[in-house]
């Protein structure tokens, strides 16, 4: 069984190979992102992501081809977690409601993020801790 790390923000993938692996979400500036994306052998391709902050599904995972890379974006912007589409193929999915490519959605705790719909498509839950993803006022 796993366990929501305690002290930040994070998504878990649920079901398939790697069902209940957590990925950490530090975004410390405005301008940074996570990429959520399918992996790749091809090296031009791989140097897209940043492998130690990303999020990237394994090929054993499904149907690669469902998932695009990029396919979405996590970003950070006053305190609040963000989610848009990268022009995917087969879209993105914010509890059910599928992403307008460059429209930003706010993440909730325990929203529920599809990169694709079906059985080939990858299913995360957001998790942020009661003192994360608030907007500061000032």
Do not use: W
Request: aromatic share 10%; proline share 4%.
């Amino acid at each position: 069984m796993h366990e929501y790390p305690a002290d930040g923000p994070h998504v878990k993938l649920i079901g398939g190979i790697d069902d209940g692996k957590i990925y950490s979400i530090s975004l410390h500036q405005n301008h940074e992102v996570i990429r959520f994306g399918r992996m790749e052998s091809d090296p031009n391709t791989r140097e897209k992501f940043n492998h130690d902050r990303d999020i990237l599904v394994k090929n054993s995972y499904c149907n690669v081809m469902n998932i695009s890379h990029p396919h979405a974006k996590i970003s950070c912007e006053n305190n609040c977690f963000f989610i848009e589409d990268c022009e995917s193929m087969q879209g993105t999915y914010l509890n059910g409601q599928r992403l307008i490519y460059l429209q930003k959605k706010q993440l909730q705790n325990n929203d529920f993020i599809e990169l694709g719909t079906g059985t080939y498509g990858a299913r995360f839950i957001f998790h942020a801790p009661p003192h994360e993803n608030r907007a500061t006022s000032g």
